[in-house]
Nanobody
Framework: QVQLVESGGGLVQPGGSLRLSCAASGIKFNITRTRWYRQAPGKQRELVAAITSGGNTNYADSVKGRFTVSRDNAKNTVYLQMNSLKPEDTAVYYC?????????WGQGTQVNVSS
């Protein structure tokens, strides 16, 4: 059974940092395409960052230079390092993976950026 479990969300002040983790079971992240999405209240879910099986990354313009996606193959975990957080980064963040032609979502982790 495939399971993606996010963690690391919380409340942080503007300008602060958080690191989200997405731990996988049932799949190997090093042969998947993995993405981080987020959804703010009243808004559509949007792509934040992605990492391919080869380690190539790309980011939404709104987070370029502030967020970094990475992967630890030994731990089968994907991370999203978020720096210089802004109130508009407040959202539920979801991990998403495409593996063997199937799509998988995590349950989400809440990030609140507020003073």
């Amino acid at each position: 059974q495939v399971q993606l479990v996010e963690s690391g969300g919380g409340l942080v002040q503007p300008g602060g940092s958080l690191r989200l983790s997405c731990a996988a079971s049932g799949i190997k992240f090093n042969i998947t395409r993995t993405r981080w999405y987020r959804q703010a209240p009243g808004k559509q879910r949007e792509l934040v960052a992605a990492i391919t099986s080869g380690g190539n990354t790309n980011y939404a313009d709104s987070v370029k230079g502030r967020f970094t996606v990475s992967r630890d193959n030994a731990k089968n975990t994907v991370y999203l390092q978020m720096n210089s957080l802004k109130p508009e980064d407040t959202a539920v963040y979801y991990c998403y993976a495409i593996y063997m032609g199937y799509q998988y979502w995590g349950q989400g982790t809440q990030v609140n950026v507020s003073s």
